[in-house]
């Protein structure tokens, strides 16, 4: 039995929100896929799923890793 707001037990009802992802702290996440950059030297890695390049370390110059936008 559909609810009054339509949207009923199939979920087809309407959607209020966008459907981009929304990273921590409510900025845009990036997503998957994508590279760890350096801020020192420039040396990209590829991103690991569930590993913030913040927690890596750049395996040339030992510096913190940032994600490429």
Known sequence: ??????????????????????????GAAAGPAGYCVCPSCGERILHTTGVPCTSVSCPKCNTKMLREV
């Open 1 to 26: 039995m559909p609810f009054k707001d339509g949207t009923g037990p199939d979920g087809s009802g309407p959607r209020t929100m966008g459907t981009g992802r929304r990273g921590r702290q409510g």
